[in-house]
């Protein structure tokens, strides 16, 4: 290809031919799925052809775009909505992906009216496939990468309705799978996409520019973004969905999503190594630009590899039809990569890589989908899905047979079926790229190809040989005959097209390839010397024969040695892996909160605690205050004893008023008291009076000692508590003045036998021993230092002292000494008030007067107290200001 | 772009109706409920109205101004729409008008509606005014008072709990209150009595110590009604105690208010370029990437399902203090309009919470298992709303996240996209396990356990609202490019910051 021309092929594509197709495209089924419901509530059968005839219109669109494409090279659309605008460009790559996705679609939909038959929520199936549709085009039809990722993203969203359709527990537990991996791809994909952005990039599916941004950013840029479209692609070791998820979903729904959604993935994946990570289409190919690009496309070719391998692997353990397509579905998207990756890893020698990938792609979606409908049609037939159960159906579902064998012989190679041909090109490519720069482990990677073939070929004679051929291994019944005709037409449409792509494969080499890759300016004509020399050439059919030789020997060999039924520790699989990240992120999640919640706990715990504690100490201390205030600093009997002491007043003097009362209505009921009554009552009184009195006397004398001792409230406790011991006296008192009064009457002396009679009482009661208690140490010292208070204070001078000294002359100074010691007497003498002598019985009747002149005493207190901090404070001051 | 502000009695109009429908409402009451309704919701759909306008009016590039008050004889309290008010006063007054006419479904025969409503309406009136304000002043007189003011709506069902809840709020809020009282007075001792301005008021050769004083001071201040982490305490516990329409406010715009108010004293207080020669951002970009993650972690294991939903706004919140402590241009456009995105996200959220509270008496997540089939408009609601939560495009929660990206590759942190899609990763893990339950689980609640429920889907006064909040989620992610959709204002009013 010379310079000049690729130049103007350039000029060319930048060209954007205007065309509203593409955008029309995708928003078309999805504006028509809205319509499914409402139609589908009443017209079940209306619906049918609804949905048929959308597809079918889809289907024309797609192909409608041949022509524009085959005329403009590149056609867009634009829609102005989200962010800025959404952009459809349709080159000849993404007119190959629309065509075989509405055409499969079309296939799919067609056998699903029969078999949806059998399941339930025909509208929900029916507008979630029309919803994927369109998302699915929006995909390979975007023309930058934010609608790409919008589609994408809706895509994979949408489709677990599909998943989930038969809403069975496993089809919940495959959904869930599928979901999570979906939007943790969706995050990878978006993380990617900003890195683009990060590199320089403008969003378009073009050559991010060189220069910009380090190794590590284009790394990480590159790994998110195959990662994200990995995981919709069933890449290894991402794929764990993948053969848990299209099993479940009805027949039809799994073509669809082995058939052409992970499709999707493939176009990102083909799109991030031969689009973003290639350089610039310049007038000079340049070797050196094509670095990261290589080395990316070998990153991406032994994922392939690996893909493909693995994917095999696990699929001849399978027992279940569907789950063994499903790991096969894993195991061809690993031929893709590899030729994808083989792409990228030749660069500018790229093309029978780009070629071998893509037609793959559409092979694939070919003949999985058939394959996938071809075991739907024997699942509506027999409800078995099992290998090892059903058998020598080709007898009972003939047409079903050749269209599964038509299928069969895609997938594993077979000349002039379509799979041969893709299979020789990523064949050519991958024998290219070892060739390229002698890599010796590419060397291993064709060997591994060769083997994975094989591997193919043996599991679809094992699909083949026990599902079809072989004898019955179940009873079938009348109801097991071959699918009913839309079925059969479905596959028909599929089985062709496999046949016609094995044909003639210029069709697609011709018509897309070349075109599109002499638009990227790579060189397409290794492709012409492949159609012309290659195809059916004697080397491509020996390695068919290879790979059938190991499929026949691996399949003999493991049925006889039941190697098809081994199964690997679940540590083994990265499933199991998966699961255990999952879980550990919930558990360190759980862990946090309940960190979280605890840290929460113990503080505010500790805030409480704490709390309370200072109340206790601050109560505690405002005690000892008082208790200091009140013994230390007012002089022993302080106001608070003085309140207890007039308490104790209250009460015995109560209980002295009784026993007189007592004693005079005893009196006046035991005596004779017709002769001189008002007189002897009299006496009866005064008798009484005097005695209690003198009771009350001694009992007060008792309670003073425990003040003094600084026990007085625990003495008035007991005192409340020996109440009805006091009262016993009343009586011996009572009789004695009811036997003296006549005595007294008569004017005799009666004073010894008052005298007795209260001795004899006191020594009986022994008050002091009932109010007594062992006194604390602590209070003692109080008072004896309330006592030295006492003492200090006499021994300041006094007023009449101060005055001869002022009399005698002295300076200034001397008279502010003279009037602060006055002061400071002052204030002494406010705190130590008196030792209180108690007020006379007789003037205090009342208890509140009682209470009001402890309180008038109490202010009285605090007022000098605060007299004597303001002196205090004043003397610190002249003291400070002297020095 | 120093517009010359045209004078306009809208914006005290906008905050006066309210006040007067406040004053009006215990009389009116009394002449009958409907009569209360419809005072209620004729201002606060005139309002709304008048809120429109002036964002429309910010969107052509025009600035409103009046003068309300004056305080002394240097300030006056001063009412001033930007292109940013403009933005925020929009969503506010829209937002509240959807809660109300929500309340008026969901507060049926509950106690007190008089001061309900009164309260209601009359923080309408402060948030407003919030949004509008024209200077630091003004800014704090409504921030205070909306701050205090919603107590009673916090504590409306005087449970133990609501009331626990409500010590909590006032002793957060008042804590941090003070803090910006003092941040503003220190603003006033270092730069005089000026309007907000672009490019901040404050000069670079302040004392810095000063300056990191009084910065430090803006941002724990707002930070608490922000709910940055360690400062987020009330969040949690004062969502599920509040009536559901009042969440859905809480969560959707006073939360949203401290953001506000960091935004203002960024851009406008310091100024971009005062802030990036402080070097305090990266500190403050690592606390809200702290708690976007911390929260989010927390959420997972909430099993209220108002409680998870206060933890997402803890974390989805934060997002806009870690785009405004970029400074970049992109990153200020995705926090200004995430303030918007988000706020009728999770207040539809609340307000689906309050429907399943109603129609199902369900109040934990696990009681949602089958609750689609009873009411499938709500779950649809519930779950476009989640998804846009997690920023599934193209629903408005993408927008944000997307310019917010862009803002992380502007300012050259691509490493924080692991912040940005972490988060994002973590709603998904703690909101649509709900939705899956809702969709695919079979009920656990029978119909005879239902007692308050009657287990349909609610009236349309409830259902309407939140209808309307899911539409605009819709509709701001697919329309976000279209002329006067709040990507151009938060365009514009970014623009004007970094002028």
């Given at each position: 290809?010379?310079?000049?021309?690729?130049?103007?092929?350039?000029?060319?594509?930048?060209?954007?031919?205007?065309?509203?197709?593409?955008?029309?495209?995708?928003?078309?089924?999805?504006?028509?799925?809205?319509?499914?419901?409402?139609?589908?509530?009443?017209?079940?059968?209306?619906?049918?052809?609804?949905?048929?005839?959308?597809?079918?219109?889809?289907?024309?669109?797609?192909?409608?775009?041949?022509?524009?494409?085959?005329?403009?090279?590149?056609?867009?659309?634009?829609?102005?909505?989200?962010?800025?605008?959404?952009?459809?460009?349709?080159?000849s790559f993404s007119m190959l992906f629309a065509i075989f996705t509405s055409f499969v679609w079309f296939a799919a939909t067609l056998h699903s009216l029969d078999y949806l038959k059998h399941e339930k929520k025909h509208d929900r199936y029916h507008t979630t496939t029309l919803v994927v549709l369109a998302a699915n085009l929006g995909v390979v039809l975007a023309g930058d990468l934010v609608t790409l990722y919008l589609f994408f993203e809706a895509l994979g969203l949408v489709a677990f309705l599909l998943v989930i359709h038969t809403e069975t527990d496993d089809a919940k537990k495959a959904a869930g799978k599928y979901f999570w991996m979906t939007v943790i791809g969706?995050?990878?994909?978006?993380?990617?996409?900003?890195?683009?952005?990060?590199?320089?990039?403008?969003?378009?599916?073009?050559?991010?520019?060189?220069?910009?941004?380090?190794?590590?950013?284009?790394?990480?840029?590159?790994?998110?973004?195959?990662?994200?479209?990995?995981?919709?692609?069933?890449?290894?070791?991402?794929?764990?969905?993948?053969?848990?998820?299209?099993?479940?979903?009805?027949?039809?729904?799994?073509?669809?999503?082995?058939?052409?959604?992970?499709?999707?993935?493939?176009?990102?994946?083909?799109?991030?190594?031969?689009?973003?990570?290639?350089?610039?289409?310049?007038?000079?190919?340049?070797?050196?630009?094509?670095?990261?690009?290589?080395?990316?496309?070998?990153?991406?070719?032994?994922?392939?590899?690996?893909?493909?391998?693995?994917?095999?692997?696990?699929?001849?353990?399978?027992?279940?039809?569907?789950?063994?397509?499903?790991?096969?579905?894993?195991?061809?998207?690993?031929?893709?990569?590899?030729?994808?990756?083989?792409?990228?890893?030749?660069?500018?020698?790229?093309?029978?890589?780009?070629?071998?990938?893509?037609?793959?792609?559409?092979?694939?979606?070919?003949?999985?989908?058939?394959?996938?409908?071809?075991?739907?049609?024997?699942?509506?037939?027999?409800?078995?899905?099992?290998?090892?159960?059903?058998?020598?159906?080709?007898?009972?579902?003939?047409?079903?047979?050749?269209?599964?064998?038509?299928?069969?012989?895609?997938?594993?190679?077979?000349?002039?079926?379509?799979?041969?041909?893709?299979?020789?090109?990523?064949?050519?490519?991958?024998?290219?790229?070892?060739?390229?720069?002698?890599?010796?482990?590419?060397?291993?990677?064709?060997?591994?190809?060769?083997?994975?073939?094989?591997?193919?070929?043996?599991?679809?004679?094992?699909?083949?040989?026990?599902?079809?051929?072989?004898?019955?291994?179940?009873?079938?019944?009348?109801?097991?005959?071959?699918?009913?005709?839309?079925?059969?037409?479905?596959?028909?449409?599929?089985?062709?097209?496999?046949?016609?792509?094995?044909?003639?494969?210029?069709?697609?080499?011709?018509?897309?390839?070349?075109?599109?890759?002499?638009?990227?300016?790579?060189?397409?004509?290794?492709?012409?010397?492949?159609?012309?020399?290659?195809?059916?050439?004697?080397?491509?059919?020996?390695?068919?024969?290879?790979?059938?030789?190991?499929?026949?020997?691996?399949?003999?060999?493991?049925?006889?040695?039941?190697?098809?039924?081994?199964?690997?520790?679940?540590?083994?699989?990265?499933?199991?892996?998966?699961?255990?990240?999952?879980?550990?992120?919930?558990?360190?999640?759980?862990?946090?909160?309940?960190?979280?919640?605890?840290?929460?706990?113990?503080?505010?715990?500790?805030?409480?605690?704490?709390?309370?504690?200072?109340?206790?100490?601050?109560?505690?201390?405002?005690?000892?205050?008082?208790?200091?205030?009140?013994?230390?600093?007012?002089?022993?009997?302080?106001?608070?004893?003085?309140?207890?002491?007039?308490?104790?007043?209250?009460?015995?003097?109560?209980?002295?008023?009784?026993?007189?009362?007592?004693?005079?209505?005893?009196?006046?009921?035991?005596?004779?008291?017709?002769?001189?009554?008002?007189?002897?009552?009299?006496?009866?009184?005064?008798?009484?009076?005097?005695?209690?009195?003198?009771?009350?006397?001694?009992?007060?004398?008792?309670?003073?000692?425990?003040?003094?001792?600084?026990?007085?409230?625990?003495?008035?406790?007991?005192?409340?508590?020996?109440?009805?011991?006091?009262?016993?006296?009343?009586?011996?008192?009572?009789?004695?003045?009811?036997?003296?009064?006549?005595?007294?009457?008569?004017?005799?002396?009666?004073?010894?036998?008052?005298?007795?009679?209260?001795?004899?009482?006191?020594?009986?009661?022994?008050?002091?021993?009932?109010?007594?208690?062992?006194?604390?140490?602590?209070?003692?010292?109080?008072?004896?230092?309330?006592?030295?208070?006492?003492?200090?204070?006499?021994?300041?001078?006094?007023?009449?002292?101060?005055?001869?000294?002022?009399?005698?002359?002295?300076?200034?100074?001397?008279?502010?000494?003279?009037?602060?010691?006055?002061?400071?007497?002052?204030?002494?003498?406010?705190?130590?008030?008196?030792?209180?002598?108690?007020?006379?019985?007789?003037?205090?009747?009342?208890?509140?007067?009682?209470?009001?002149?402890?309180?008038?005493?109490?202010?009285?207190?605090?007022?000098?107290?605060?007299?004597?901090?303001?002196?205090?404070?004043?003397?610190?001051?002249?003291?400070?200001?002297?020095? | 772009?120093?517009?010359?502000?045209?004078?306009?009695?809208?914006?005290?109009?906008?905050?006066?109706?309210?006040?007067?429908?406040?004053?009006?409402?215990?009389p009116v009451q009394r002449v009958s409920e409907r009569a209360r309704a419809a005072l209620l919701l004729v201002v606060a759909a005139s309002v709304a109205v008048m809120t429109l306008v002036l964002a429309a009016g910010a969107a052509g590039g025009s600035v409103y101004d009046t003068y309300i008050l004056q305080l002394t004889p240097q300030i006056w309290m001063y009412l001033r729409v930007d292109a940013a008010g403009a933005l925020f006063g929009a969503t506010v007054a829209v937002l509240w008008l959807l809660a109300l006419v929500y309340s008026l479904g969901y507060m049926r025969g509950e106690h007190r509606l008089g001061r309900y409503y009164g309260f209601f309406?009359?923080?309408?009136?402060?948030?407003?005014?919030?949004?509008?304000?024209?200077?630091?002043?003004?800014?704090?007189?409504?921030?205070?008072?909306?701050?205090?003011?919603?107590?009673?709506?916090?504590?409306?069902?005087?449970?133990?709990?609501?009331?626990?809840?409500?010590?909590?709020?006032?002793?957060?809020?008042?804590?941090?209150?003070?803090?910006?009282?003092?941040?503003?007075?220190?603003?006033?001792?270092?730069?005089?009595?000026?309007?907000?301005?672009?490019?901040?008021?404050?000069?670079?050769?302040?004392?810095?110590?000063?300056?990191?004083?009084?910065?430090?001071?803006?941002?724990?201040?707002?930070?608490?009604?922000?709910?940055?982490?360690?400062?987020?305490?009330?969040?949690?516990?004062?969502?599920?105690?509040?009536?559901?329409?009042?969440?859905?406010?809480?969560?959707?715009?006073?939360?949203?208010?401290?953001?506000?108010?960091?935004?203002?004293?960024?851009?406008?207080?310091?100024?971009?370029?005062?802030?990036?020669?402080?070097?305090?951002?990266?500190?403050?970009?690592?606390?809200?990437?702290?708690?976007?993650?911390?929260?989010?972690?927390?959420?997972?294991?909430?099993?209220?399902?108002?409680?998870?939903?206060?933890?997402?706004?803890?974390?989805?919140?934060?997002?806009?203090?870690?785009?405004?402590?970029?400074?970049?241009?992109?990153?200020?456009?995705?926090?200004?309009?995430?303030?918007?995105?988000?706020?009728?996200?999770?207040g539809g959220l609340f307000l689906c919470a309050g429907l399943f509270i109603r129609r199902l008496g369900a109040y934990n997540v696990r009681q949602l298992d089958g609750a689609a089939r009873r009411m499938p408009i709500t779950a649809a609601c519930f779950t476009i709303a989640c998804l846009g939560m997690i920023g599934t495009p193209p629903l408005s929660g993408f927008t944000s996240k997307w310019y917010l990206g862009l803002g992380m590759l502007e300012t050259d942190r691509p490493w924080l996209l692991a912040v940005l899609l972490g988060g994002a990763l973590m709603a998904a893990i703690y909101l649509l396990p709900i939705v899956y339950r809702m969709y695919f689980?079979?009920?656990?609640?029978?119909?005879?356990?239902?007692?308050?429920?009657?287990?349909?889907?609610?009236?349309?006064?409830?259902?309407?609202?939140?209808?309307?909040?899911?539409?605009?989620?819709?509709?701001?992610?697919?329309?976000?490019?279209?002329?006067?959709?709040?990507?151009?204002?938060?365009?514009?009013?970014?623009?004007?910051?970094?002028?």
């Amino acid at each position: 290809m010379d310079v000049g021309h690729t130049a103007h092929v350039v000029a060319e594509v930048a060209h954007l031919a205007s065309s509203p197709l593409p955008a029309a495209l995708v928003l078309g089924p999805l504006v028509a799925s809205a319509l499914v419901r409402p139609i589908g509530k009443r017209w079940p059968g209306m619906r049918n052809a609804y949905v048929v005839v959308v597809t079918a219109l889809t289907l024309l669109g797609a192909v409608g775009l041949i022509p524009l494409v085959a005329e403009h090279h590149r056609i867009q659309s634009i829609v102005p909505a989200l962010l800025d605008e959404l952009t459809f460009t349709v080159d000849s790559f993404s007119m190959l992906f629309a065509i075989f996705t509405s055409f499969v679609w079309f296939a799919a939909t067609l056998h699903s009216l029969d078999y949806l038959k059998h399941e339930k929520k025909h509208d929900r199936y029916h507008t979630t496939t029309l919803v994927v549709l369109a998302a699915n085009l929006g995909v390979v039809l975007a023309g930058d990468l934010v609608t790409l990722y919008l589609f994408f993203e809706a895509l994979g969203l949408v489709a677990f309705l599909l998943v989930i359709h038969t809403e069975t527990d496993d089809a919940k537990k495959a959904a869930g799978k599928y979901f999570w991996m979906t939007v943790i791809g969706g995050f990878a994909l978006v993380g990617g996409i900003f890195l683009t952005f990060a590199l320089g990039g403008s969003g378009a599916l073009e050559p991010l520019p060189a220069g910009h941004g380090d190794e590590v950013l284009r790394w990480a840029a590159a790994i998110l973004l195959i990662i994200g479209f990995g995981v919709k692609a069933g890449m290894v070791p991402v794929h764990v969905w993948l053969p848990d998820a299209h099993p479940v979903a009805p027949a039809p729904a799994s073509a669809l999503l082995s058939g052409v959604m992970i499709k999707a993935g493939a176009y990102g994946i083909f799109r991030v190594v031969t689009a973003l990570f290639r350089p610039e289409v310049a007038e000079h190919v340049e070797e050196g630009l094509w670095h990261f690009s290589e080395q990316l496309g070998l990153v991406v070719l032994w994922i392939g590899i690996a893909t493909m391998f693995i994917g095999v692997f696990l699929a001849l353990q399978q027992s279940n039809a569907k789950r063994m397509l499903a790991y096969h579905s894993v195991s061809q998207m690993g031929f893709i990569l590899a030729g994808i990756g083989a792409a990228g890893y030749l660069g500018a020698h790229g093309a029978m890589g780009v070629a071998g990938g893509l037609y793959h792609v559409v092979n694939h979606a070919l003949f999985k989908a058939c394959l996938f409908l071809g075991v739907g049609a024997v699942y509506f037939r027999t409800h078995s899905l099992d290998l090892y159960h059903t058998g020598g159906l080709w007898k009972k579902m003939p047409i079903t047979f050749v269209f599964m064998c038509v299928a069969a012989a895609g997938i594993t190679g077979v000349p002039l079926f379509n799979g041969f041909v893709s299979k020789c090109l990523i064949h050519h490519a991958i024998v290219e790229a070892w060739e390229y720069h002698e890599l010796a482990s590419l060397g291993i990677a064709e060997k591994i190809y060769i083997v994975t073939c094989g591997g193919t070929a043996c599991s679809f004679i094992k699909l083949i040989g026990l599902m079809f051929l072989g004898k019955p291994k179940m009873e079938y019944g009348p109801e097991v005959k071959d699918a009913p005709p839309r079925m059969l037409l479905g596959m028909g449409m599929l089985a062709t097209a496999i046949i016609a792509l094995g044909w003639f494969p210029q069709l697609l080499i011709k018509g897309v390839f070349q075109p599109g890759l002499h638009a990227w300016g790579l060189h397409g004509d290794i492709l012409d010397h492949y159609l012309e020399h290659s195809f059916l050439s004697g080397p491509d059919l020996m390695s068919v024969v290879t790979a059938f030789a190991l499929g026949f020997a691996f399949f003999f060999v493991g049925m006889k040695y039941h190697l098809f039924h081994l199964h690997a520790p679940q540590y083994f699989s990265i499933d199991w892996w998966y699961r255990q990240a999952a879980r550990g992120l919930v558990t360190l999640c759980v862990g946090i909160d309940r960190t979280y919640e605890a840290v929460r706990g113990g503080t505010s715990r500790v805030l409480r605690v704490s709390r309370s504690t200072y109340r206790t100490a601050a109560e505690r201390l405002g005690r000892q205050w008082r208790l200091v205030t009140t013994t230390l600093l007012t002089g022993a009997p302080g106001a608070r004893d003085q309140h207890l002491m007039q308490e104790a007043y209250l009460v015995l003097e109560r209980e002295r008023q009784d026993t007189v009362r007592m004693a005079v209505v005893y009196a006046s009921t035991h005596a004779d008291l017709d002769e001189a009554d008002g007189t002897r009552l009299d006496a009866v009184r005064e008798i009484a009076a005097y005695i209690a009195g003198r009771m009350m006397h001694e009992r007060m004398g008792v309670l003073g000692d425990a003040m003094r001792r600084g026990n007085l409230e625990h003495a008035l406790a007991l005192l409340a508590a020996v109440g009805p011991t006091l009262a016993e006296a009343r009586r011996p008192i009572a009789e004695a003045a009811h036997a003296l009064a006549p005595r007294r009457e008569r004017g005799e002396s009666i004073t010894r036998e008052v005298g007795a009679i209260v001795n004899s009482l006191l020594s009986g009661e022994r008050f002091d021993l009932l109010v007594a208690e062992r006194v604390p140490a602590s209070k003692i010292t109080l008072g004896h230092a309330a006592d030295g208070l006492g003492r200090a204070r006499r021994a300041l001078p006094n007023a009449s002292d101060l005055s001869e000294v002022h009399a005698r002359g002295v300076s200034r100074l001397e008279n502010v000494a003279a009037w602060a010691v006055e002061l400071l007497r002052l204030a002494v003498s406010g705190f130590s008030q008196e030792r209180s002598g108690l007020l006379p019985g007789h003037q205090l009747q009342e208890e509140t007067v009682i209470q009001t002149r402890l309180r008038i005493q109490r202010y009285a207190r605090d007022i000098s107290a605060n007299v004597a901090i303001v002196f205090v404070v004043l003397l610190l001051f002249a003291a400070a200001l002297a020095v | 772009m120093e517009t010359e502000a045209t004078r306009s009695i809208l914006p005290l109009l906008a905050f006066a109706l309210p006040l007067v429908a406040a004053v009006l409402t215990a009389p009116v009451q009394r002449v009958s409920e409907r009569a209360r309704a419809a005072l209620l919701l004729v201002v606060a759909a005139s309002v709304a109205v008048m809120t429109l306008v002036l964002a429309a009016g910010a969107a052509g590039g025009s600035v409103y101004d009046t003068y309300i008050l004056q305080l002394t004889p240097q300030i006056w309290m001063y009412l001033r729409v930007d292109a940013a008010g403009a933005l925020f006063g929009a969503t506010v007054a829209v937002l509240w008008l959807l809660a109300l006419v929500y309340s008026l479904g969901y507060m049926r025969g509950e106690h007190r509606l008089g001061r309900y409503y009164g309260f209601f309406i009359l923080c309408l009136a402060w948030t407003l005014g919030l949004a509008y304000a024209g200077n630091l002043l003004t800014f704090l007189i409504f921030y205070e008072l909306f701050s205090i003011l919603t107590y009673p709506l916090v504590v409306h069902e005087e449970t133990p709990q609501a009331m626990a809840a409500g010590t909590k709020y006032i002793v957060y809020i008042l804590v941090g209150g003070t803090l910006v009282l003092l941040a503003i007075v220190l603003t006033f001792f270092s730069a005089g009595v000026q309007t907000f301005a672009a490019g901040g008021i404050l000069s670079s050769e302040t004392d810095p110590a000063m300056l990191q004083a009084i910065f430090w001071c803006f941002l724990v201040g707002f930070g608490v009604k922000a709910a940055l982490v360690p400062l987020h305490g009330w969040v949690p516990d004062a969502h599920p105690a509040a009536p559901a329409p009042f969440s859905a406010v809480l969560s959707g715009v006073m939360v949203a208010a401290g953001s506000f108010g960091i935004i203002r004293t960024v851009f406008q207080v310091f100024g971009p370029s005062l802030l990036a020669a402080m070097g305090v951002m990266p500190y403050v970009t690592g606390v809200a990437g702290f708690t976007v993650l911390f929260a989010a972690a927390l959420a997972v294991n909430q099993d209220n399902l108002k409680r998870r939903l206060a933890y997402s706004t803890i974390s989805q919140m934060a997002y806009v203090v870690l785009a405004v402590s970029l400074l970049g241009l992109e990153s200020t456009v995705g926090a200004l309009v995430h303030i918007t995105n988000h706020a009728f996200m999770k207040g539809g959220l609340f307000l689906c919470a309050g429907l399943f509270i109603r129609r199902l008496g369900a109040y934990n997540v696990r009681q949602l298992d089958g609750a689609a089939r009873r009411m499938p408009i709500t779950a649809a609601c519930f779950t476009i709303a989640c998804l846009g939560m997690i920023g599934t495009p193209p629903l408005s929660g993408f927008t944000s996240k997307w310019y917010l990206g862009l803002g992380m590759l502007e300012t050259d942190r691509p490493w924080l996209l692991a912040v940005l899609l972490g988060g994002a990763l973590m709603a998904a893990i703690y909101l649509l396990p709900i939705v899956y339950r809702m969709y695919f689980r079979e009920p656990v609640i029978t119909p005879e356990d239902l007692t308050v429920a009657e287990g349909r889907e609610a009236p349309a006064t409830m259902l309407g609202p939140l209808v309307v909040a899911t539409a605009l989620t819709v509709l701001l992610g697919i329309g976000a490019s279209l002329p006067g959709m709040p990507v151009e204002l938060a365009r514009l009013a970014a623009e004007a910051f970094f002028h």
